[in-house]
């Protein structure tokens, strides 16, 4: 009986392999920095709003309860990035510099469960594209946080794409 090959996957025009593809590497570093982008805009507005209060260099303990935002706690917030929270001793900015090393330096998969779980909670917007290549990571198999369609329900392109199509194209004008 001969064996029938898999048909490929494909998600914004990348076929989906493993191991990664160098096409699928390059999407995800493009579509995390625009996560980590999202995630440290949010931390800005946070921080602007902490800059707004007399006591605002105090430690961290003591300040995390003067702000109230919408839709979620600043230490959920702050906890949902660095996994721990932060006791008396440590300041706003001790939070700060935290927060913003262990966003930079998070991996493609660590972004993937942390956007996931921020996006559930209302503290970061959806974005187009959702990295691709993380079926069974951490229960995080149908990721909200991408809307991956168009408003008539065409699927996105990966930006890696559009970029290589534009190049492309800039290359044949050059040529004319």
């Not at 390059?26 to 949010?42: G, P, T, Y």
């Amino acid at each position: 009986m001969s064996r029938s090959k898999n048909t490929p996957t494909f998600q914004y025009g990348i076929e989906i392999t493993k191991p990664h593809s160098k096409l699928m590497y390059d999407h995800n570093d493009q579509v995390s920095a625009i996560m980590k982008i999202n995630i440290l805009n949010e931390w800005t507005k946070i921080w602007n709003a902490f800059v707004g209060i007399e006591e605002w260099d105090h430690d961290w303990h003591t300040i995390k309860s003067l702000i109230v935002l919408d839709s979620f706690d600043v230490e959920a917030f702050q906890k949902a990035i660095c996994y721990s929270g932060f006791g008396s001793g440590f300041s706003i900015l001790d939070v700060s510099n935290d927060i913003k090393t262990t966003v930079e330096d998070a991996e493609n998969w660590r972004m993937h469960e942390m956007y996931q779980e921020m996006h559930e909670a209302g503290m970061v917007p959806t974005i187009k594209w959702e990295l691709v290549g993380f079926k069974d990571n951490y229960n995080k198999d149908f990721p909200t946080y991408a809307s991956s369609f168009d408003v008539n329900g065409n699927e996105y392109t990966s930006p890696v794409l559009e970029d290589q199509l534009t190049n492309e194209l800039e290359s044949i004008e050059s040529n004319n």
